[in-house]
């Protein structure tokens, strides 16, 4: 009679034990599979995933077909108050510090003078989806990732282009890494 006792007792040890470790298992499925418990909104301050072509494909003057094979493009319309933008821009930019190499500012009107790390271009003809001191966050394929209004402030800009930077690694330093250990 104790020995069934002490296996019962065993075996519902046992069972514990494999609950520990499935019930997460199963309750992240169901969460998954039935979207229960998963916020719906993203952390991102401008338009994710906007209808707007590759950076190629933009009807620009100087057309910009890659800048350096990683950098991240930070693209802003200049059409109006362009020295405050400019300067707005290149003000992130700054503040960006050890990620600041890998972003490169485009700015698409405005005087032909630029500022350090900025190029310069100009619209050939105004795209339906152009927008007054829109700005364009556009990865190193030159797709769209992000599109803001021309009033959004530069720390939403920022905690969006930091957040990115952080998450997504420099593909040339993973080259020289490589080339280092051969």
């Known amino acids: 009679m104790q020995e069934a006792m002490n ?8 069972l514990a034990l494999i609950a520990v470790f499935a019930l997460p298992m199963v309750s992240a499925w169901v969460m998954l599979h039935w979207r229960i418990g998963i916020p719906d909104q993203h952390t991102a301050h401008g338009e994710l995933a906007p209808s707007v072509p590759a950076l190629e494909e933009w009807p620009l003057v100087d057309q910009q077909a890659s800048f350096d094979g990683g950098d991240w493009v930070l693209a802003f319309d200049c059409t109006r108050d362009c020295e405050a933008q400019a300067d707005r821009w290149w ?43 829109a700005v364009w966050l556009i990865d190193p394929q030159g797709r769209v990732v992000l599109r803001y209004a021309g009033n959004v402030s530069e720390r939403d800009v920022m905690d969006d282009l930091s957040h990115l930077l952080k998450r997504i690694p420099d593909p040339r330093a993973v080259e020289e890494r490589d080339g280092e250990s051969r």
């Open 7 to 14: 296996v019962r007792h065993q075996r519902l040890k046992l």
């Open 91 to 133: 003000r992130l930019h700054r503040a960006l510090g050890r990620e600041a190499p890998r972003v490169t500012r485009l700015r698409i009107g405005g005087s032909p003078a630029s500022q350090p790390g900025e190029s310069v271009t100009q619209w050939r003809e105004a795209p339906a989806w152009q927008e007054a001191g």
